[in-house]
Each structure stands twice: as C-alpha cells, then as structure tokens.
C-alpha cells in the first residue's frame, strides 16, 4: 500500500524557518515526481512546489518561490521542503503527494499532512 | 494562468439524489488535463477522476466526470451518506475554490 508520512510541521515565528519531510513507502519511490500542496484553514487547495524522478526538473507556485526550496533522497525515500522566511500566511497543512505528470499532471496518493503555524 | 471556478459554492441534497458540480475554466483547456479530487472534513484529498472521465482506483461507478472546453462537470448519479466532502477540480497547477457536498 502507498504510504507518504509528512513531519516536521509546528509553531515558527514569523521571519522563521522550517523543514518538512515526507517519508515514502509501499512504492518504488525513485521512480515517481513528488509535490507539495497547502491548505490554509478553512480555505482551498493550493500547489506549492513539485520535483521530477531524477530531481532535474523542479517547478514552484510564484506564492513560495525564492522562499520554499523542494529537494528529495532517494536514498532514504524522502521528499522535503525548507521553508524560509516564513508569514502568517503560510499558516496552513502541508500534504506531500505522488504526482503523475507527462503533459498534464494530478496527484495519485497524498499524505495526511502537516501543520505548520506562523505566529509570534 | 487558468482560473478555475466551481459552482454553486454548497450543495445539499438527500440520499439517492443526483449531484451535479461544475468546473468552469477561465479559456478553454485540453480536456484530459481536467481531474477531481474529493476531501473528507479532516482527511486529506483522494483523487476521483483524472483524464476528465478516467475514474482513479477503487472509486465507485457512481462518479462520473464529462465535459470539455471550458465546461466540466462531476456528477454522483445516487448521493451516499459518505459522499459528503468537498470536491475540487483541478487543471495542471490550479485548484478550484471546491464545492461542498452536503447529504441531508
């Protein structure tokens, strides 16, 4: 069964920095484009970020761009995001999720996310 | 950038009953880049439907997805107690704002 576990989410200050991780299992990791998606509370769907097989291609939402880096270990079958400068309205649950995409893209299994709090 | 509206906001209907939610793109798209997610209060989105009509594993016959252009819909042809959630289009990077089911 596919498993994707996300961790590292809690309370930053604003200006403040954070690393999530999604841990990877029941699939052959390496062989699949991973993604990130927040969701603020109460509010919709928002993709963040997404990185190729190979880690080659790398894509990110203009909202977190130059803020939010999205890196993955094959190794250790892991996806992350290092999130910097963070505000209140990063406030939200971040999901880790497979994505399928050739020429268009949807997300096959998500995890069951993190929440981070931006807050003084 | 495609901007993705969903319609109405809430839909509240009784078991049994058919519920029809509309994706509507902002210029038109190719059709199989649409998909449909569902989201359960407290649980993390499930994917429905990707191609525009393609069902995704283990997802029931009730579910159906149609349409093209600019016009999308997902229909649940007989309404479950556990139908209710929040549906959400997507095309490419782009969410809609979602519709919320409810079963009364």
């Known amino acids: 069964e596919v498993e994707l576990v996300e961790s590292g989410g809690g309370l930053v200050q604003p200006g403040g920095s954070l690393r999530l991780s999604c841990a990877g299992s029941g699939f052959t990791f390496r062989n699949f484009s991973l993604t990130w998606v927040r969701q603020a509370p109460g509010k919709g769907l928002e993709w963040l970020a997404y990185i190729s097989r190979d880690s080659n291609t790398i894509y990110y939402a203009d909202s977190v761009k130059g803020r939010f880096t999205i890196s993955r270990d094959n190794g250790k079958n892991s996806l992350y995001l290092q999130m910097n400068s963070l505000t209140a309205a990063d406030t939200a649950v971040f999901y880790c999720?497979?994505?399928?995409?050739?020429?268009?893209?949807?997300?096959?299994?998500w995890g069951q996310g993190t929440l981070v709090s931006v807050s003084s | 950038e495609i901007v993705l509206t969903q319609s109405p906001g809430t839909l509240s209907l009784s078991p049994g009953e058919r519920a029809t939610l509309s994706c509507r793109a902002s210029?038109?798209?190719?059709?199989?880049?649409l998909v449909w997610y569902q989201q359960k209060p407290g649980q993390a989105p499930r994917l429905l439907i990707y191609?525009?009509?393609t069902r995704a594993t283990g997802i029931p016959d009730r579910f159906s997805g149609s349409g093209s252009g600019t016009d999308f819909t997902l229909t649940i042809s007989r309404l479950e107690p556990e139908d209710s959630a929040v549906y959400y289009c997507?095309?490419?990077?782009?969410f809609g704002q979602g519709t919320k089911v409810e079963i009364k």
């Open positions: 191609g525009a009509s």
């Open positions: 997507q095309h490419s990077w782009t």
């Open positions: 210029q038109s798209v190719i059709r199989y880049y």
């Open positions: 999720a497979r994505a399928l995409y050739s020429d268009y893209v949807y997300f096959d299994s």
